[in-house]
């Protein structure tokens, strides 16, 4: 990677706050930066608002197709990024060739500090990891690359001392850490594996401004900052808890009524301020389409257009639907309440306006939390401009960037959320996966990218096209209906120890590269910044078309390709054996657009199907099931026999609070003679929650190994 960087100094000032009792300095106090330091900036909303001091510049070694040299050229999308024996080796250098087994030394990073290690992440790496220091003959880190990407602090003694628990949920999150590794003057790490291998890897550097005084990260700063990583990990476990602002100012409470095409500002504050929180409650009769076609406007200043444009449930990442999560910046509750606390500064005024540009009247409750702010000359406004594209045809091999912010001037990119529909056909993650395609952030003068990604869920912390519902801090996806990542899929992920400032120009794109050729999907997409007064963007007003809710096709049939290649389906329907019990329930969720409801009496009953096989031969059979609120626990019978999972476990727990999903239920394999076979589903138990189960069989399908 050509890191062109560029050398600044500024200066700059911003409020001390108190969280959950940390003492948060600003950049004015002229404090070292240390591993400490970057602890306390995971749990500093504010420090995010004004222009970083000492400056940096954000970069990202990764092992991305380093055959995409050329932006638009012949191989911008090549996507050879880890899996092994790729064309190019996908590393800043060969350091030394392969021996006889095929292992070599490959060059990560090497660059002149000052600087930090902010992020890293693997979705999986064999070989070996040394991280040098400052010029160091002795490495800081050596040992197990896959334990390096993703929990690099754990060899140390040292995490003895602290709650490595929580430290596991809330600085590691999902396939990332953010362990902090400060240096001085100098930073290698070098990898030593076979290439061949799967090797993926990101590791996110800040290169700060070389007047910058930076302490280099030891071991035992794991013990002499243990406080301080203890009260960081606490408040991220529960943001709602534990990272509130403090500020004594009252809530500005506003409560209305919306009518259709009605605009109302529902509170204004005066300056020199900020917002330190935002919360919205919308109440109406469809829910999923109040929260996508009533739009949030906060106008900073009397600008002309909202630096604050959004869909209200988009911004606050609850789309669609309201679907529950807590994270370090936002907060959606079951009830639907929706918490932003993302500092909003502002000179002389703030408006917040909301439009209903739906078909039915809407009622919305909320407040708006002021608090002090220093208005000065590095300060920024707090920008979120929706865009979206409808009717896109996703593909493998017509692939494009996806712009999500186009910004001229000076500001810091702090967040990321993606809402996708996806009509995919293939049942099975491979087939119906969305997110192939790398981010690729261009900053300043870039010819190359600073950020050079490998995989959109890779820059979302997770990683192999998961369709899994997780919640971290930093990173989630609270949405992802299944099965695969078929039907409406929400990512977020939020840059709080890691942001990306930029001095004269930001271009945030994101591949969009399925599987295979996909048409009819959309794609909604926030990219959060805050900006100096004068930066300016490609944003285009919101339009009332563009808030239309998409919908999933009607009456889909699931596609014996890719993932679900050699498979036969049945809806569970036509092979059920006795209707007693059952029901179908209407959705586009659902394949045929119904689902089989069965409602059991008592622990212990069950339900039979009459699977038929074709020939004989070793089956696997697979069973599209639902997950809601209203589930229970399961077990499975062949013929009269039990038949475990896949996974070896004697049923699955199909109860799931908040969501309705769709999974395929994986079932081992068998070897099966030709004929009718009974398969039956039994009720082995529910929640306290649940006094009625519903078990809802979607389709089975049977699939030749």
């Known amino acids: 990677m050509d890191l062109n960087v560029r050398r600044f100094g500024l200066g700059g000032v911003i409020l001390t706050v108190w969280l959950t009792g940390l003492s948060i300095a600003g950049p004015s106090d002229a404090q070292p930066v240390t591993t400490g330091s970057l602890f306390e900036e995971m749990a500093d909303m504010t420090n995010l608002a004004t222009f970083p001091d000492p400056a940096y510049r954000m970069v990202q070694f990764s092992s991305y197709d380093h055959r995409s040299r050329l932006p638009g050229g012949p191989d911008w999308f090549a996507n050879s990024d880890g899996f092994g024996g ?5 590393f800043e250098e060969v350091l030394r060739e392969p021996d006889a087994e095929g292992v070599g030394e490959y060059l990560i990073a090497d660059v002149g500090g000052p600087g930090a290690v902010v992020r890293l992440w693997t979705a ?15 490495p800081v880190y050596e040992g197990s690359a896959n334990d390096f990407f993703h929990r690099q602090y ?3 003694p040292q995490m003895n001392e602290i709650d490595a628990d929580r430290f596991r949920r809330t600085i590691y999150q999902r396939d990332a850490s953010y362990a902090p590794m400060p240096f001085a003057r100098h930073l290698r790490v070098v990898w030593t594996g076979n290439i061949k291998q799967i090797h993926f890897y990101q590791l996110q550097v800040r290169l700060y401004d070389e007047s910058a005084n930076v302490v280099s990260f030891q071991p035992e700063d794991i013990r002499t900052y243990r406080e301080t990583i203890d009260k960081v990990s606490l408040a991220l476990s529960d943001p709602d808890q534990h990272l509130v602002s403090l500020s004594r100012k009252s809530q500005k409470l ?20 900020a917002v330190a929180e935002l919360s919205l409650r919308l ?17 900073f200043d009397d600008y002309p257009w909202a630096q604050v444009q959004s869909p209200a449930g988009d911004f606050f990442g609850a789309a669609p639907g309201v679907n529950p999560y807590v994270s370090a910046p936002f907060t959606v509750r079951p009830d639907g309440t929706m918490t932003c606390r993302f500092v909003m500064p502002f000179e002389r005024s703030c408006k917040v306006r909301l439009r209903n540009e739906g078909d039915q009247p809407v009622s919305v409750r909320g407040s708006v939390l002021p608090q002090p702010y220093a208005w000065n000359a590095e300060s920024m406004h707090f920008r979120a401009r929706w865009r979206v594209d409808h009717d896109l045809v996703a593909s493998n091999r017509e692939v494009q960037d996806l712009p999500y912010v186009l910004a001229n001037g000076k500001g810091v990119y702090v967040g990321t959320s ?8 293939v049942p099975t993650p491979y087939g119906n996966w969305w997110g192939e395609g790398d981010e690729k952030v261009f900053v300043d003068d870039d010819t190359v990218p600073s950020l050079f990604g490998t995989g959109s869920e890779d820059y979302f912390n997770y990683s192999w096209s998961s369709p899994d519902i997780f919640i971290f801090p930093c990173c989630g996806q609270p949405r992802n209906d299944g099965p695969g990542n078929r039907g409406f899929v929400t990512n977020y992920r939020w840059h709080i120890l890691d942001p990306i400032p930029f001095q004269d120009n930001l271009r945030f794109y994101m591949e969009l590269f399925s599987h295979e050729r996909t048409p009819g999907m959309s794609y909604a997409r926030i990219g959060y910044h805050y900006g100096q007064p004068g930066l300016t963007d490609d944003f285009l007003p919101i339009k009332t078309a563009d808030l239309c809710p998409p919908l999933l096709p009607e009456r889909w049939q699931p596609a014996a390709r890719m993932g679900a290649a050699n498979s036969e389906f049945f809806a569970a329907e036509e092979v059920l054996v006795d209707t007693e019990g059952t029901h179908l329930e209407p959705g586009r969720l659902w394949a045929g657009s119904q689902l089989l409801v069965w409602t059991p009496r008592r622990k212990g009953e069950r339900v039979e199907f009459k699977i038929p096989i074709g020939s004989a031969g070793q089956k696997q059979i697979n069973v599209a099931m639902a997950m809601t609120p209203k589930s229970g626990q399961v077990a499975f019978h062949l013929d009269g026999e039990p038949l475990q999972l896949a996974n070896r476990s004697d049923g699955v727990d199909l109860y799931r609070p908040y969501r309705t999903l769709l999974r395929r239920v994986a079932l081992m394999p068998v070897d099966l003679s030709a004929g009718d076979h009974t398969l039956a589903i039994e009720l082995k138990g529910t929640s306290d929650r649940v006094s009625n189960p519903e078990i809802g069989v979607d389709f089975f399908w049977v699939q030749r190994r």
Do not use: C, W
């Open 418 to 425: 993606a809402y996708l529909m996806n009509p995919a056909e």
């Open 124 to 138: 999986a790496i064999s070989g070996e990891i040394r991280m040098y220091i400052d010029g160091a003959d002795k």
């Open 154 to 156: 754990d060899r140390y």
């Open 86 to 90: 790729e064309p190019i080796p996908n």
């Open 283 to 299: 109440v109406a009769k469809d829910m999923n389409k109040a929260l996508r076609q009533t739009v949030l406007e906060v106008i």
């Open 254 to 273: 506003f409560d209305a009524s919306l009518e259709q095409g009605e605009a109302k500002d529902v509170a204004h504050l005066d300056g020199p301020a």
